[in-house]
């Protein structure tokens, strides 16, 4: 009988496979979640993988979201949020949830307005924009903070996010937090209706965005604006000081949280101090409190506690801000509760 | 009546099976996208196409501006493409230029709907946002009074979408259109001569009347690709949830919004936004089976004479 050559190919190469010897195993943790500290999770990645070649991690910036659907549809090892978890999306997890803050960072004001290089907004001002009740940057609300700067006659085109975001999260929060007016007309949340300008998709949309629109303001990671060279405002904050997005600004609003007990989530929205920059947030990693599997187990955590130790020496050069030391020993406790 | 004998083999059924697959899955797509969006097809029935608003930390849900977004963009991008498509078409079916130029010409055209998607939005990042920016200022100042140019005119808008979306639709008017004036029969164009008309007589007395029903057929098919159009407009488009009739504003489609909401959303936002995309995709089946069933037609009719 004449065997029929393309089959016959075809299935010595499918049995082929079984005969070839397997690479080792290597420990693979799946990780998904938010965009914004996805930079410093790669870079966390990378180090922990020189010391640890046993174990290959990957993580996918897919949006806050996304990575809390797909952390608890049980299709990662770990996620991460902008927002954490709502007490509804916790209790959706069986397995239970542990949130650890991971790093944090802050929002930005990114603007264009050639020959304007220092800018400061009221938050009467930055609200009024946002809400499109203020509509030129002649206007007083803007000019009055901002003696000695020419400030044209040209239109303000808000830039925001059109997509569901935790940074639009965090934005909208402290914009309710500081005007009932907002929180009344648009209220907070991932994905909000803005009363005025254009949208992009994720950061890069709306870094794009304001690149590409002379007189624009959008808000963005501050990350996004130093990598992109995009000048950015100074925010009036709670104290009535304008203070400009640093490390030690950031970190000043980070140290005025406070967390509830057994539970380390919280938004620092209106934070109190002279030097607190106003739109400051953590961004949380999302563990399971039980793993099934032992190896994925130690595997998360020792990639975790790498993360909350060395891992926040890489913060500052990219651009997040590095935890302060108490709330390092807070999440280390946490990170102690998985099994 | 002699009865042929029907013989089962292997090539008979993988044949059906293959041809029953595609019909099968069309059918499975249209269930996964209906079965999620009936809790919003019972909460709001028809009254999500005629509601403004689109607040989603708040549940509420109205497709009507993207809805019109859509409708907009397609049909001015439809206005821009089609005159231009239908003259390159005649350009290209009459014999003003040699043979080797037409082909060349004919390849280009046929080259820009190879272009990716992504590739025009950056396109119009690069090259139309600027234009529209500077002259968007213009048209609003000397046409502002109807509402269609109204308002602040912004780079990212309606304008600038519908124009790059002209672009893309060019081809498949162009194609078609050509095609069938290249069909219609020589007799036609002898006869007309013959008769003692001019041959732009005959272009815009006879032939184009002629090839009326394929040029029809080709907006319909051009216009279903345009509604269906998502990442070039959803980057040129500024992705807008409020309902604004002008050009020079930024707006939203169908498609963008899906395209933006949908990984980030939970809950009603889910079902709101496959109510959506039930919509987008039934109206572009729809308006893509009328457009190949004119198409056909008109096939049919121009075969008999030659």
């Given at each position: 009988?004449?065997?029929?050559?393309?089959?016959?190919?075809?299935?010595?190469?499918?049995?082929?496979?079984?005969?070839?010897?397997?690479?080792?195993?290597?420990?693979?943790?799946?990780?998904?979640?938010?965009?914004?500290?996805?930079?410093?999770?790669?870079?966390?990645?990378?180090?922990?993988t020189?010391?640890?070649?046993?174990?290959?991690?990957?993580?996918?910036?897919?949006?806050?979201?996304?990575?809390?659907?797909?952390?608890?549809?049980?299709?990662?090892?770990?996620?991460?949020?902008?927002?954490?978890?709502?007490?509804?999306?916790?209790?959706?997890?069986?397995?239970?949830?542990?949130?650890?803050?991971?790093?944090?960072?802050?929002?930005?004001?990114?603007?264009?307005?050639?020959?304007?290089?220092?800018?400061?907004?009221?938050?009467?001002?930055?609200?009024?924009?946002?809400?499109?009740?203020?509509?030129?940057?002649?206007?007083?609300?803007?000019?009055?903070?901002?003696?000695?700067?020419?400030l044209?006659?040209?239109?303000?085109?808000?830039c925001?996010?059109?997509?569901?975001s935790?940074?639009?999260?965090?934005?909208?929060?402290?914009?309710?937090?500081?005007?009932?007016?907002?929180?009344?007309?648009?209220?907070?949340?991932?994905?909000?209706?803005?009363?005025?300008?254009?949208?992009?998709?994720?950061n890069?949309?709306?870094?794009?965005?304001?690149?590409?629109?002379?007189?624009?303001?959008?808000?963005?990671?501050?990350?996004?604006?130093?990598?992109?060279?995009?000048?950015?405002?100074?925010l009036?904050?709670r104290?009535?000081?304008?203070?400009?997005?640093?490390?030690?600004?950031?970190?000043?609003?980070?140290?005025?949280?406070?967390?509830?007990p057994?539970?380390?989530?919280?938004?620092?929205?209106?934070?109190?101090?002279?030097?607190?920059?106003?739109?400051?947030?953590?961004?949380?990693?999302?563990?399971?409190?039980?793993y099934?599997?032992?190896?994925?187990?130690?595997?998360?955590?020792?990639?975790?506690?790498?993360?909350?130790?060395?891992?926040?020496?890489?913060?500052?050069?990219?651009?997040?801000?590095?935890?302060?030391?108490?709330?390092?020993?807070?999440?280390?406790?946490?990170?102690?509760?998985?099994? | 009546?002699?009865?042929?004998?029907?013989?089962?083999?292997?090539?008979?059924?993988?044949?059906?099976?293959?041809?029953?697959?595609?019909?099968?899955?069309?059918?499975?797509?249209?269930?996964?996208?209906?079965?999620?969006?009936?809790?919003?097809?019972?909460?709001?029935?028809?009254?999500?196409?005629?509601?403004?608003?689109?607040?989603?930390?708040?549940?509420?849900?109205?497709?009507?501006?993207f809805?019109?977004?859509?409708?907009?963009?397609?049909?001015?991008?439809?206005?821009?493409?089609?005159?231009?498509?239908?003259?390159?078409?005649?350009?290209?079916?009459?014999?003003?230029?040699?043979?080797?130029?037409?082909?060349?010409?004919?390849?280009?055209?046929?080259?820009?709907?190879?272009?990716?998607?992504?590739?025009?939005?950056?396109?119009?990042?690069?090259?139309?946002?600027?234009?529209?920016?500077?002259?968007?200022?213009?048209?609003?100042?000397?046409?502002?009074?109807?509402?269609?140019?109204?308002?602040?005119?912004f780079?990212?808008?309606?304008?600038?979408?519908?124009?790059?979306?002209?672009?893309?639709?060019?081809?498949?008017?162009?194609?078609?259109?050509?095609?069938?004036?290249?069909?219609?029969?020589?007799?036609?164009?002898?006869?007309?001569?013959?008769?003692?008309?001019t041959?732009?007589?005959?272009?815009?007395?006879v032939?184009l009347?002629?090839?009326?029903p394929?040029?029809?057929?080709?907006?319909?098919?051009?216009?279903?690709?345009?509604?269906?159009?998502?990442?070039?407009?959803?980057?040129?488009?500024?992705?807008?949830?409020?309902?604004?009739?002008?050009?020079?504003?930024?707006?939203?489609?169908?498609?963008?919004?899906?395209?933006?909401?949908?990984?980030?959303?939970?809950?009603?936002?889910?079902?709101?936004?496959?109510?959506?995309?039930?919509?987008?995709?039934?109206?572009?089946?729809?308006?893509?089976?009328?457009?190949?069933?004119?198409?056909?037609?008109?096939?049919?009719?121009?075969?008999?004479?030659r």
């Amino acid at each position: 009988m004449k065997i029929p050559r393309i089959p016959y190919l075809l299935l010595s190469a499918l049995l082929a496979q079984f005969l070839v010897p397997s690479a080792p195993a290597a420990l693979l943790l799946q990780g998904a979640g938010a965009t914004f500290p996805a930079p410093l999770y790669l870079r966390w990645i990378a180090e922990y993988t020189k010391t640890h070649p046993g174990v290959q991690i990957n993580y996918q910036g897919i949006g806050s979201g996304a990575g809390i659907k797909q952390f608890t549809q049980n299709l990662v090892a770990f996620g991460a949020s902008d927002a954490a978890m709502t007490d509804k999306e916790i209790a959706a997890v069986k397995r239970g949830v542990v949130l650890i803050p991971a790093t944090a960072g802050s929002i930005v004001l990114a603007y264009n307005l050639p020959g304007v290089e220092d800018l400061k907004l009221s938050r009467e001002a930055y609200v009024g924009i946002f809400l499109g009740k203020i509509t030129k940057w002649n206007d007083p609300a803007i000019t009055k903070t901002n003696e000695g700067v020419n400030l044209p006659n040209i239109g303000i085109t808000a830039c925001e996010r059109s997509d569901g975001s935790g940074t639009n999260f965090v934005f909208t929060k402290h914009l309710s937090a500081i005007s009932p007016d907002f929180d009344h007309q648009v209220g907070y949340g991932t994905s909000v209706t803005w009363p005025t300008g254009v949208a992009g998709k994720g950061n890069d949309g709306v870094t794009a965005l304001i690149k590409q629109t002379p007189g624009s303001i959008g808000y963005v990671e501050y990350g996004y604006a130093v990598h992109n060279k995009l000048p950015f405002a100074s925010l009036q904050n709670r104290a009535g000081e304008f203070v400009k997005a640093t490390t030690a600004s950031g970190a000043a609003t980070l140290a005025t949280t406070q967390f509830p007990p057994g539970l380390l989530r919280a938004w620092p929205s209106d934070p109190d101090g002279k030097d607190a920059y106003p739109i400051s947030t953590f961004t949380w990693l999302l563990l399971y409190k039980k793993y099934d599997d032992p190896a994925v187990r130690d595997g998360v955590k020792d990639f975790v506690n790498f993360g909350l130790t060395d891992g926040q020496k890489f913060a500052e050069e990219l651009g997040y801000i590095p935890l302060p030391k108490e709330i390092v020993d807070k999440c280390i406790e946490a990170l102690k509760s998985v099994e | 009546m002699k009865k042929t004998r029907r013989r089962l083999d292997l090539f008979h059924v993988l044949t059906w099976v293959a041809s029953a697959a595609t019909v099968f899955i069309l059918l499975w797509i249209l269930e996964s996208i209906f079965t999620p969006a009936l809790p919003m097809i019972q909460r709001s029935g028809l009254g999500f196409f005629t509601s403004i608003a689109w607040n989603v930390n708040r549940d509420v849900y109205g497709a009507l501006p993207f809805v019109i977004g859509t409708a907009m963009t397609s049909l001015i991008a439809l206005i821009l493409a089609l005159p231009l498509g239908v003259f390159i078409a005649l350009f290209l079916s009459e014999n003003f230029l040699p043979f080797w130029i037409r082909q060349v010409i004919r390849f280009v055209v046929e080259l820009l709907a190879a272009i990716p998607s992504v590739v025009y939005g950056l396109w119009g990042i690069a090259v139309v946002i600027p234009i529209v920016q500077q002259f968007g200022g213009v048209l609003a100042n000397s046409l502002g009074f109807l509402p269609l140019f109204q308002g602040p005119a912004f780079g990212n808008s309606t304008l600038t979408a519908s124009l790059v979306l002209a672009l893309m639709v060019l081809p498949t008017i162009t194609a078609i259109s050509r095609t069938t004036l290249a069909n219609l029969p020589l007799t036609l164009r002898e006869g007309s001569y013959a008769i003692g008309a001019t041959r732009w007589e005959t272009i815009f007395r006879v032939l184009l009347p002629s090839a009326a029903p394929g040029i029809v057929a080709a907006t319909i098919l051009a216009f279903g690709r345009a509604m269906g159009e998502t990442m070039a407009v959803a980057m040129l488009i500024g992705n807008s949830p409020r309902l604004s009739w002008s050009l020079l504003s930024p707006g939203g489609t169908l498609a963008g919004l899906l395209a933006n909401q949908f990984g980030e959303a939970s809950g009603l936002q889910i079902s709101a936004l496959m109510y959506a995309a039930l919509a987008l995709v039934l109206l572009t089946l729809i308006v893509n089976m009328i457009g190949e069933a004119v198409l056909r037609h008109v096939e049919k009719s121009t075969a008999g004479i030659r």
